[in-house]
């Protein structure tokens, strides 16, 4: 199991920048596969983005030119840098861990281990 803390969310302008911060304890971190979920009120949670343990990014659409997705298994730490924020980013936003290396599961969640997540509002 991984334990999973996020932070760095808050209130920012649309337009404005904010960069969440997920640090990981536990097992190997490098052994996992890390990423990034959203859910807003009313929403499904849905996949932001991740990195695969072998370092590879995907991003979807929700996050493709605007966000960045990076970790760091030294520190064992995962970021998300988010630029250009709209309205529509307001979300509580969760890192998780996981050994599947299924695309489907990552899009349905089905992943091992989650943070308690971290909330973002992007003003008009």
């Known amino acids: 199991q991984v334990q999973l803390v996020e932070s760095g969310g808050g209130l920012v302008q649309a337009g404005g920048s904010l960069t969440l911060a997920c640090a990981a304890s536990?097992?190997?971190?490098?052994?996992?596969?890390v990423g990034w979920f959203r859910q807003a009120p009313g929403k499904e949670r849905e996949l932001v983005g991740l990195v695969w343990n072998d370092g590879g990014i995907y991003y979807t659409k929700h996050a493709k030119g605007r966000f960045t997705i990076s970790r760091d298994n030294a520190e064992h730490t995962l970021l998300l840098q988010m630029n250009s924020l709209r309205t529509e980013d307001t979300a509580v936003y969760y890192c998780?861990?996981?050994?599947?290396?299924?695309?489907?599961?990552?899009?349905?969640?089905?992943?091992?281990?989650w943070g308690q997540g971290t909330q973002v509002t992007v003003s008009s």
């Open positions: 998780a861990a996981g050994r599947t290396k299924l695309f489907s599961d990552w899009y349905s969640g089905a992943v091992d281990d």
């Open positions: 536990g097992r190997i971190f490098s052994d996992y596969t």
